[in-house]
């Protein structure tokens, strides 16, 4: 049981991990391109021993346009860049990234996008729910299905042509 304050937290407790290695940005050049990594995160403040490990799969997509608030992504110029755990913020699973939204349509329970966003999209097997990595406003927004909200974008920036994740948005999995 908790007793007093909650400690208030500070940069440092944000969920870092081992910087990542995503993709030469050579192989995100195509639109809609994309890249699969798995990230390890750590959680400093969560467990007995102040340390735990854990593994998180994540997509970069190379977008046709740029984004002004591509969530996450160092620096705040605009990108086309985004990059997306792939853990479903409705109850965990692990969602794809699928390009041809026909493949959505045919595989996750019919739902057809409205024209705008008939490009790749990412969709969850557990439960159906899709979202749109390009959206313009929100990144990520859901289109479809329970998740109460987009996946969570991955903190990262580009050493030496190569995009490397840093860290990752706060949060659980919902
Ligand atoms: S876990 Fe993805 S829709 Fe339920």
């Given at each position: 049981m908790l007793h007093g304050k909650l400690p208030h937290l500070t940069e440092?407790?944000?969920?870092?991990?081992?910087?990542?290695?995503?993709?030469?940005l050579e192989e995100l050049q195509q639109p809609w391109s994309s890249k699969f990594f798995v990230f390890t995160q750590?959680?400093?403040?969560?467990?007995p021993e102040r340390a735990k490990a854990a593994a998180v799969p994540g997509v970069a997509i190379k977008l046709p346009w740029k984004l002004s608030s591509p969530g996450y992504k160092a620096g705040k110029e605009p990108t086309d860049i985004v990059v997306f755990s792939?853990?479903?913020?409705?109850?965990?699973c692990i969602f794809n990234y699928v390009p041809n939204w026909r493949e959505v349509t045919a595989g996750h329970g019919g739902y057809v996008p409205p024209e705008v966003r008939r490009h790749g999209l990412l969709a969850c097997p557990c439960h159906l729910s899709i979202f749109d990595p390009?959206?313009?406003?929100?990144?990520?927004?859901?289109?479809?299905?329970?998740?109460?909200?987009?996946p969570r974008c991955f903190i990262y920036e580009v050493r030496d042509g190569v995009l490397v994740a840093t860290g990752l948005e706060p949060g659980g999995i919902a």
């Amino acid at each position: 049981m908790l007793h007093g304050k909650l400690p208030h937290l500070t940069e440092g407790d944000l969920p870092k991990g081992e910087p990542s290695s995503v993709a030469a940005l050579e192989e995100l050049q195509q639109p809609w391109s994309s890249k699969f990594f798995v990230f390890t995160q750590k959680y400093p403040q969560y467990t007995p021993e102040r340390a735990k490990a854990a593994a998180v799969p994540g997509v970069a997509i190379k977008l046709p346009w740029k984004l002004s608030s591509p969530g996450y992504k160092a620096g705040k110029e605009p990108t086309d860049i985004v990059v997306f755990s792939r853990i479903c913020p409705h109850v965990g699973c692990i969602f794809n990234y699928v390009p041809n939204w026909r493949e959505v349509t045919a595989g996750h329970g019919g739902y057809v996008p409205p024209e705008v966003r008939r490009h790749g999209l990412l969709a969850c097997p557990c439960h159906l729910s899709i979202f749109d990595p390009a959206d313009r406003e929100v990144p990520g927004r859901v289109l479809s299905g329970p998740a109460p909200r987009p996946p969570r974008c991955f903190i990262y920036e580009v050493r030496d042509g190569v995009l490397v994740a840093t860290g990752l948005e706060p949060g659980g999995i919902a």
